[in-house]
T-cell receptor, first 115, second 112 residues
Framework: AQSVTQLGSHVSVSEGALVLLRCNYSSSVPPYLFWYVQYPNQGLQLLLKYTTGATLVKGINGFEAEFKKSETSFHLTKPSAHMSDAAEYFCAVSDRADSSYKLIFGSGTRLLVRP | NAGVTQTPKFRVLKTGQSMTLLCAQDMNHEYMYWYRQDPGMGLRLIHYSVGEGTTAKGEVPDGYNVSRLKKQNFLLGLESAAPSQTSVYFC???????????FGPGTRLLVL
């Protein structure tokens, strides 16, 4: 069965520093890949997604992610963290062969931004 | 567009009580989903629907039932609530394959 691993339940960076949140998936056939962000007491909002084509995907708020098939990874990065980036981030996958198109989520990474 | 809305926002139940959570979307999406979010476990799929009048089980369906009588609404029912069902429940909808799921604001449920 498909699974998603997010390394690090908490990541702490200084304001202005690089943000790197890691995500690895388990399937041999690349799935659809998503990153969602959840601010406190809110629902999930799509940051970016990879379905096909260019492997470097740009999203909202300056985030981007690169699909690397050889590493089965889809890590999320941002060159310079801002205080407003503090939130929980979820990597999710959707199996291309699954007609329900459901999402399978990682356990999440909480990003803390230090002033 | 309101997007995806959920009612209620918060509810406290006693063990054994029943309740229904309502999800509504105004984007004409075919697919709708119910997830639960628990600390350290991400979101897990409870039930989903691929169209009006159809429902199917997800990863953690036990203790829940659903109905999709109208395309825009997806109801999640708890017939006899248990403390293990204390969680935050999210509804989502989408057009389908590879496309973005849009999430509601969540319902926080506490079962005593």
């Amino acid at each position: 069965a498909q699974s998603v691993t997010q390394l690090g339940s908490h990541v702490s960076v200084s304001e202005g520093a690089l943000v790197l949140l890691r995500c690895n998936y388990s399937s041999s056939v690349p799935p659809y890949l998503f990153w969602y962000v959840q601010y406190p007491n809110q629902g999930l909002q799509l940051l970016l997604k990879y379905t096909t084509g260019a492997t470097l995907v740009k999203g909202i708020n300056g985030f981007e992610a690169e699909f690397k098939k050889s590493e089965t990874s889809f890590h999320l990065t941002k060159p310079s963290a801002h205080m407003s980036d503090a939130a929980e981030y979820f990597c999710a996958v959707s199996d291309r062969a699954d007609s329900s198109y459901k999402l399978i989520f990682g356990s999440g990474t909480r990003l803390l931004v230090r002033p | 567009n309101a997007g995806v809305t959920q009612t209620p926002k918060f509810r406290v139940l006693k063990t054994g009580q029943s309740m229904t959570l309502l999800c509504a979307q105004d984007m004409n999406h075919e697919y709708m989903y119910w997830y639960r979010q628990d600390p350290g476990m991400g979101l897990r799929l409870i039930h989903y629907s691929v169209g009006e009048g159809t429902t199917a089980k997800g990863e953690v369906p036990d203790g829940y039932n659903v109905s999709r009588l109208k395309k825009q609404n997806f109801l999640l029912g708890l017939e006899s609530a248990a403390p293990s069902q204390t969680s935050v429940y999210f509804c989502a909808s989408s057009y389908g394959q590879g496309l973005t799921q849009y999430f509601g604001p969540g319902t926080r449920l506490l079962v005593l």
